[in-house]
């Protein structure tokens, strides 16, 4: 278990090279690179309310 846990957070930094699936996942919200990423190609509410 340890293992996987530690797998999936270095995919959280991988998600670029995976496929994207973990940029679709909420994982990915935890990194905040990442989450504004989302945000602009995602919901929009969420960019305006960071600036």
Known sequence: ???????????????????????????SANSAPNSRILDRSGPPQETQGDS
């Open 1 to 27: 278990t340890t293992q996987l846990r530690l797998c999936s957070k270095q995919s959280k930094s991988g998600a670029k090279t995976k496929p994207g699936r973990t940029d679709s996942k909420p994982g």
